[in-house]
């Protein structure tokens, strides 16, 4: 892989690009064509690793190699193509695309990110995947501050961002924020999961599933 990163050129890469499209080759030889492109990070690339991160009938493993490439390529474009992906994805394909696509940092009304997303496929990624859910559960919004301009609150998991959102219909502020971080956090390291990401949002771009 080394040696063809060295090379990089058009003749290396169509090569590369002939082998992850070949399906009678390894699904590990295919994909560490993917990888190796991703390393020599050419643009002309970008269609066909979309191509293949967007097909629900392709091995898991390529489509989630061709996401993570994606974003080592950086092409925005091509990287907000994967917020096209359905609820119905794979979480683990879901949570690739969420963690590539964060690295826009487009936000639009979201009032404050906390914590961060852990890397895909680390133990860490995996310990927040498994407990989400009992964090979710296990959250006592009864402690939350007292907020007289917030009427709304939501509070979920958005399988499209990886983030547990806080949606309200105005800006709860900072000190707020900090005070139902701090709630959510503590329910997150009785269960060994630290720096749990976190977003405020505004109601109406939450995308709990």
């Given at each position: ?17 002939q ?16 990888i190796?492109l ?13 191509n293949?991160a967007?097909?629900?009938?392709e ?8 996401i ?17 992906l ?12 969420a963690?590539?696509?964060?690295q ?15 890397y ?22 009864s402690k ?6 917030v ?28 005070e ?30």
């Amino acid at each position: 892989m080394d040696e063809l990163v060295d090379m990089g050129d058009e003749k290396t890469i169509f090569s590369l690009m002939q082998v992850v499209q070949n399906e009678n080759k390894s699904i590990e030889m295919r994909k560490n064509a993917i990888i190796t492109l991703g390393i020599i990070g050419d643009n002309s690339t970008n269609t066909l690793l979309l191509n293949i991160a967007m097909d629900e009938s392709e091995n898991k493993q390529l489509r989630m190699a061709s996401i993570l490439v994606l974003g080592d390529i950086g092409d925005k474009e091509t990287i907000r193509s994967l917020r096209e992906l359905s609820y119905g994805e794979d979480g683990l394909v879901l949570y690739h695309a969420a963690y590539v696509l964060n690295q826009l940092n487009e936000t639009y009304e979201i009032y404050g990110v906390y914590g961060e997303l852990p890397y895909p496929l680390t133990e860490e990624q995996r310990v927040y995947r498994n407990n989400v859910g009992e964090i979710m559960y296990n959250i006592n919004c009864s402690k939350f501050p007292k907020m007289d301009a917030v009427s709304t609150m939501l509070v979920g998991h958005s399988s499209k961002t990886g983030y547990i959102e806080v949606a309200t219909d105005v800006n709860p502020g900072t000190s707020s924020m900090n005070e139902i971080y701090q709630i959510i956090s503590s329910e997150a390291e009785k269960r060994d999961v630290y720096q749990v990401p976190v977003r405020f949002v505004k109601c109406g771009i939450a995308s709990f599933a």
